[in-house]
């Protein structure tokens, strides 16, 4: 179920005052920690670096990304494969 649309889309204020902040230098990467938050059209060609609980993933904004969240860009989990089928490797 998503967000009701009186609301509009979730995004923290944070994110919001350090994207208004750094519309001039547009190379910078923005540092944040709201994985939780939409992605706005005013977002388009920034940079930002979101947290995925170890490190910062870079994710340059495109037009595409539009009402997605910031966590979609950065996975929190490595996948490694899967574990060798035991049967299989006996014959």
Do not use: C
Request: glycine fraction near 10%.
């Amino acid at each position: 179920m998503g967000r009701s649309v009186w609301k509009g889309p979730f995004v923290d204020e944070y994110v919001l005052r350090k994207a208004a902040a750094s519309e001039g230098s547009r190379h910078k990467i923005i540092k944040i920690w709201s994985r939780r938050s939409t992605i706005l059209p005013q977002f388009v060609g920034l940079n930002f670096g979101v947290y995925n609980g170890r490190k910062f993933i870079p994710v340059s904004i495109v037009e595409e990304m539009v009402g997605r969240k910031f966590g979609e860009f950065s996975p929190t989990r490595t996948f490694y494969g899967h574990t060798a089928d035991k049967k299989a490797k006996r014959n």
